[in-house]
């Protein structure tokens, strides 16, 4: 069975770092590309970032570029998303999500880690 | 970027009814266009991959259909577990785009 546990999710104040964590289980992690997808309250479901199997690939929105960093360590079976400068608007449930070939869905998803920006 | 404009926003029905959801994209995005299901407080669920694929394990009453760049999630023969909200994503390029979702209630 596939399994996505994220952790790392906590209160940070503006302008703050954290790092939000996925361990993966039940699969070949390193045969798929990776994803974090976040939903919030004013945005709904926004993809945020993907990284391929070997560590390249790696894509983020515009939101986020330049203050995010999606890592992954296959050895651990593990993602990471580093996250710098937060402000309110990267308030939300972050997910980890597995996907398929370079276009293709996101087919197994974790329950999700809470991010809070605020003072 | 490519919008996913989803319709309707909501949606009241009953039991045993057939409902369609709506995803028009921007422009094209071949058949890169996956529905999922969430239930409050839980994860997005992959219900159709590739416009029209049935994920495994996913009952025969969800079904997707393509024409250009519109998008239908048909639910026939709505049970009730099937009251969630229903989101299109397009996977064709990044960033990859949500619709923003159709609440479906019982009527």
């Known amino acids: 069975e596939v399994q996505l546990v994220e952790s790392g999710g906590g209160l940070v104040q503006p302008g703050g770092s954290l790092t939000v964590s996925c361990e993966a289980s039940?699969?070949?992690?390193?045969?798929?590309?990776m994803h974090w997808v976040r939903q919030t309250p004013g945005k709904g479901l926004e993809w945020v970032s993907r990284?391929?199997?070997?560590?390249?690939?790696?894509d983020y929105a515009a939101s986020v570029k330049g203050r995010f960093t999606i890592s992954r360590d296959n050895a651990k079976s593990s993602l990471h998303l580093q996250m710098t400068s937060l402000n309110r608007d990267d308030t939300g449930l972050y997910y980890c999500?597995?996907?398929?070939?370079?276009?293709?869905?996101?087919?197994?998803w974790g329950q999700g880690t809470l991010v809070i920006v605020s003072s | 970027d490519v919008q996913m404009t989803q319709s309707p926003s909501s949606l009241a029905a009953s039991v045993g009814d057939t409902v369609t959801v709506t995803c028009r994209a921007s422009?094209?995005?071949?058949?890169?266009l996956s529905w999922y299901q969430q239930k409050p407080g839980k994860a997005p669920k992959l219900l159709i991959y590739?416009?029209?694929s049935l994920q495994s394990g996913v009952p025969s009453r969800f079904s997707g259909t393509e024409s250009g760049t519109d998008f239908t999630l048909t639910i026939s023969g709505l049970q009730p577990e099937d009251f969630a909200t229903y989101f299109c994503?397009?996977?064709?390029?990044?960033?990859?785009?949500f619709g923003h979702g159709t609440f479906l209630e019982i009527k």
């Open positions: 999500a597995r996907g398929g070939p370079v276009a293709g869905p996101l087919d197994n």
């Open positions: 039940g699969f070949n992690f390193n045969e798929y590309y």
């Open positions: 990284i391929a199997w070997n560590g390249g690939g790696i």
């Open positions: 422009r094209s995005i071949g058949t890169y």
């Open positions: 590739d416009g029209s």
């Open positions: 994503l397009q996977s064709y390029n990044t960033p990859f785009t």
